[in-house]
């Protein structure tokens, strides 16, 4: 997790643009868009968490009476409160889950084909999920957290990367198994993603200085994947917007608004297209429940969501303001309210 901490005297309600832009600088240059992040509220000695693009996939159980529609969903820092959005235009929230200071995390923890809301407690590294409900006491502060599916049993599984020596740690919480694994170092971007279509999530880094990728195959660990795949700047992410079975390399350029894609099975490049502009917080998923991604931006200083979509989605959603951070980094967010929730 890379942490900032903020010097400025006094304090700045939603001071958007480049005075209120923070970033973080990669030792070799000019690598701080990687890691852009909005100020919402500032406060002097604030403390800034950024964290890496962690897609997983899977959910597609049935979504507020619309099967296989994954929900436009918002965390709003200042209270913790979650925002939904369904495809047909329904709205759903404040949802108060969290508290300020705290990373959102939704993932399916319960294997029951939807998402769940989880944030964890970089003060205490404590991660608290509302359903299924449990508090547990997982990794360290300056670790970044990496939840996904390692085993590839349908349920998230708690990790976290370790910078400095590069190790990931996960947490199967189903049978309270963990293990250690050495993959990366220090400067790293960790990208876990299932890019050998095994069905689990691969340890993966990208390393910026190089602008490589180190992909570690879950399906055959001695056989790794390493490939350079992008430019200073860019935003890397898996997605899949090539392939519905597995993830694939993609990096969003914010200086020229372009996405570029690369198939590392297949060594096929994509077309690259034009979807954004700079300032733009890159957010892709599946919007359509097509299968595969779908290129979106959210807007925050205009609250609007731009969509690259073919089926069944608008263009343009205003949805959100300035200060919230996108969940649809991930595509598998279909939620349907658990017991307990005030929608239910």
Not at 46 to 52: A, L, N, R, S, T
Not at 158 to 167: D, E, K, W, Y
Not at 243 to 248: G, K, L, Q, S, V
Request: contains cysteine; negative net charge; glycine residues 12%.
């Amino acid at each position: 997790m890379f942490l900032y901490n903020d010097v400025v005297v006094g304090s700045a309600i939603y001071d958007y643009g480049a005075s209120g832009t923070v970033g973080v600088e990669h030792p070799a240059g000019t690598q701080s868009r990687k890691y852009s992040y909005n100020e919402a509220y500032l406060s002097t000695s604030d403390i800034i968490y950024f964290v890496p693009f962690v897609p997983i996939y899977g959910g597609t159980q049935q979504l507020w009476g619309q099967a296989n529609f994954p929900c436009i969903t918002l965390w709003r820092p200042d209270g913790g409160n979650w925002f939904y959005r369904e495809q047909n235009g329904s709205t759903h929230g404040p949802w108060q889950w969290g508290t300020r200071g705290d990373v959102p995390l939704p993932g399916d923890y319960d294997g029951d084909g939807d998402a769940d809301e989880c944030v964890l407690r970089p003060t205490t590294y404590h991660w608290f999920c509302f359903a299924p409900a449990f508090t547990i006491q997982f990794g360290k502060m300056g670790d970044i957290p990496v939840p996904a599916d390692f085993d590839g049993n349908g349920t998230i599984d708690l990790a976290v990367f370790r910078p400095n020596p590069g190790t990931w740690f996960v947490y199967h919480r189903d049978t309270g198994v963990s293990e250690v694994i050495n993959w990366g170092t220090q400067g790293d971007i960790p990208l876990p993603a299932d890019y050998d279509n095994d069905g689990k999530a691969d340890c993966a880094v990208f390393r910026p200085s190089t602008n490589t990728w180190f992909i570690r195959k879950s399906s055959n660990t001695a056989q790794a994947w390493i490939m350079t795949f992008g430019t200073d700047g860019d935003i890397p992410m898996p997605t899949n917007i090539q392939t519905t079975a597995y993830a694939t390399l993609s990096v969003f350029r914010p200086s020229d608004g372009n996405w570029y894609t690369y198939n590392q099975s297949t060594a096929a490049w994509g077309v690259p297209f034009n979807w954004g502009q700079n300032g733009d917080v890159a957010a892709p998923g599946d919007e359509n429940g097509g299968g595969m991604t779908d290129a979106a931006v959210f807007r925050p200083q205009e609250g609007r969501w731009f969509i690259r979509s073919a089926i069944s989605f608008p263009v343009v959603v205003n949805y959100g303001t300035i200060g919230d951070i996108p969940m649809f980094r991930r595509n598998f967010l279909n939620w349907t309210p658990p017991s307990g929730h005030p929608d239910h």
